[in-house]
């Protein structure tokens, strides 16, 4: 699933800066969710942990590099990317010191069921991670 954050990184240096990302956990607990929401448009999203998730193996592992996935998804999802396109350098490169702050295999969330909205984001390791200000705008999930 980490590889889901390396792709909008990706994205971002393809210039779809306007891409935010909404992690959490799901009610159950036991899985991760990820979707990808516009600026331009708050209100939907898409719910990408699902999307990501065609491409792994038996034992979990994804054999696509993150450009061959980021081709993917900017091919199946172009009318959505349209909506993110735009410079937002001070999320972009917030969002490129958040993935050098998360260890391997590690997964932020920014809420769930029993952890509301918060200015910082959890990861699977017990870490927090400051969010920018006023990001929780864009969990329109929560």
């Not at 898409?46 to 061959?68: A, C």
């Amino acid at each position: 699933m980490q590889k889901l954050l390396f792709v909008v990184q990706e994205l971002h240096k393809r210039g779809y800066e306007q891409l935010h990302i909404v992690p959490s956990i799901a009610p159950t607990g036991l899985a991760w969710r990820c979707s990808f929401v516009s600026e331009e448009d708050r209100t939907t999203g898409l719910i990408v942990s699902t999307w990501i998730s065609q491409f792994s193996i038996d034992n979990g592992e994804i054999e696509y590099t993150i450009e061959e996935l980021t081709d993917i998804f900017e091919r199946e999802q172009s009318r959505f990317l349209q909506t993110c396109r735009g410079r937002n350098h001070e999320y972009s490169e917030w969002y490129k010191h958040m993935l050098k702050l998360l260890d391997e295999d590690e997964l932020p969330y920014a809420f769930a069921d029993y952890f509301s909205p918060t200015d910082y984001w959890r990861t699977s390791k017990g870490k927090k991670i400051q969010t920018l200000p006023d990001e929780k705008r864009f969990y329109y999930n929560y």
